[in-house]
């Protein structure tokens, strides 16, 4: 054990009433949510990069936190293990998402950074099988080095591109090591600043190949886990080529790979696309691609990907309502891709940010399940499209009408239709009864 949590007991469920700031109000990880524990459900991880290696600055100023870890090499990289194992187990986080240079210090030559990685990964193995924590999904960081300053995978340079690729290779081996579910590509700088320098239909095809070779190499291995892509649609370049989940999906299917690779979505990049999160998450429940989220939210004030931690309850209700009419998590779960505000530099400002976003979720998914379970919604939606069900509908929509077939019907019917209301304030103050 380390002192850096030092005093603070294992943070337990005391019920809403409970006025303890390191207690959970609403996360009772063995409440039964439709007949599943609610861990099960939200399957909560711990970012390692947000919580262990953000020095606290921005744009106008350096680091604010002081962390023991933050200046050495080896041995600081493993105290940084030590302390990230006591907050995954004094919250009782089931999963735990990682970069390979959150865990490692940058090494001499990729050779040298890997043999530090799988260093640190014999590190976790140790506390995985002491501790039960696992792990949700491990991910390479090509995006934070200078020499991915124009990209990896779409990086002008094909030398470039082969450093992400067997930066790619060694990360996902030993997140197969670990026993992770996922493997995620987060492309950072995967876009353009500008197009005056950028040919896209080539960086476009680097790209797919780059993710053709990680399922190749996913099925050689035997890895179980899913394939992830992250969408973001700008910051730091102007343009990235995973925009949202649209755009993820069209660059799926040009390269053949929707039914092998699956989204990672976060809030925070939803927002910066223009969507809502619960947007992003029943289009890729629609296309057969939602894998997992990252759940945080931005400021909307500032324009920029805050990543702060969750606390508005009705977003977070109508986003786990499309993930558990999708049939819930398989492989993905709720990571916490979210950090501490640059002031707030104790310790405990860990537990209070983790717990304040797991108990959002936690009534999130409970508003969700009722608002399930009440039946209400989905008749409205059922009465809705209704129409649809007739065999006239179903022909058209099955493609065995032509447009001259359904004109000649239209005039023969004298068909008319009255404008329906769309109910909208009623569905609102409708889905506010449960949260």
Same mark, same amino acid.
């Not at 945080?296 to 909307?300: A, C, F, K």
């Given at each position: 054990m380390t002192d850096f949590f030092k005093g603070i007991e294992k943070i337990r469920y005391?019920?809403?009433? $409970?006025?303890?700031?390191?207690?959970?109000?609403?996360?009772?990880?063995?409440?039964?949510?439709?007949?599943?524990?609610?861990?099960?459900?939200?399957?909560?991880?711990?970012?390692?990069w947000h919580s262990f290696a953000w020095e606290g600055g921005d744009p106008f100023g350096g680091r604010t936190f002081e962390r023991p870890w933050f200046d050495g090499e080896m041995d600081a990289a493993r105290h940084k293990a030590d302390v990230a194992f006591e907050l995954f187990t004094l919250l009782g986080s089931p999963y735990f998402c990682f970069h390979d240079a959150d865990v490692r210090p940058e090494g001499e030559s990729y050779q040298d950074s890997t043999k530090r990685l799988n260093a640190i990964a014999d590190i976790f193995e140790e506390k995985i099988a002491q501790t039960g924590v696992?792990?949700?999904?491990?991910?390479?960081?090509?995006? $934070?080095?200078?020499?991915?300053?124009?990209?990896?995978?779409?990086?002008?340079?094909?030398?470039?591109?082969?450093?992400?690729a067997a930066t790619i290779k060694a990360n996902m081996d030993v997140t197969r090591r670990l026993g992770g579910e996922n493997y995620v590509l987060w492309g950072g700088r995967e876009g353009y600043e500008t197009l005056l320098n950028t040919r896209m239909d080539q960086e476009l095809d680097q790209l797919g190949r780059m993710l053709s070779m990680v399922v190749d190499y996913k099925h050689k291995t035997g890895f179980k886990g899913a394939i992830l892509v992250e969408p973001k649609p700008q910051e730091p370049t102007k343009h990235q080529y995973d925009y949202d989940v649209a755009t993820v999906y069209g660059f799926l299917k040009k390269y053949g790979l929707e039914d092998e690779v699956k989204v990672n979505i976060e809030v925070g990049h939803a927002i910066l696309a223009g969507h809502t999160f619960e947007h992003e998450v029943a289009l890729a429940s629609a296309h057969g691609i939602l894998g997992s989220i990252d759940m945080?939210?931005?400021?909307?004030q500032s324009g920029w990907d805050t990543d702060q931690f969750p606390n508005n309850v009705p977003e977070v209700a109508?986003?786990?309502?499309?993930?558990l009419k999708?049939?819930?998590? $398989?492989?993905?779960?709720?990571?916490?891709?979210?950090?501490?505000?640059r002031q707030s530099i104790d310790p405990q400002d860990l537990l209070h940010g983790h717990i304040g976003g797991m108990d959002t979720c936690a009534r999130g998914l409970k508003a969700a399940a009722a608002i399930i379970e009440d039946g209400s919604y989905d008749a409205f939606l059922e009465d809705r499209y209704a129409g649809w069900k007739t065999p006239e509908a179903q022909a058209m929509l099955r493609g065995e009408r032509t447009l001259e077939d359904i004109t000649a019907r239209v005039e023969a019917d004298n068909i008319n239709p009255r404008p329906r209301s769309g109910r909208q304030e009623y569905l609102e103050n409708l889905i506010n009864r449960f949260v």
């Open positions: 005391e019920g809403p009433e $409970s006025t303890n700031p390191l207690a959970f109000r609403h996360y009772n990880p063995d409440e039964m949510v439709m007949g599943k524990r609610m861990e099960d459900h939200l399957r909560f991880a711990v970012a390692y696992k792990l949700l999904w491990g991910t390479a960081n090509l995006f $934070s080095n200078r020499r991915f300053m124009g990209g990896a995978a779409t990086n002008p340079d094909p030398d470039v591109f082969a450093y992400a945080n939210r931005n400021d909307y109508l986003a786990y309502y499309h993930i999708a049939g819930g998590f $398989s492989t993905g779960g709720t990571n916490f891709d979210a950090k501490l505000r």
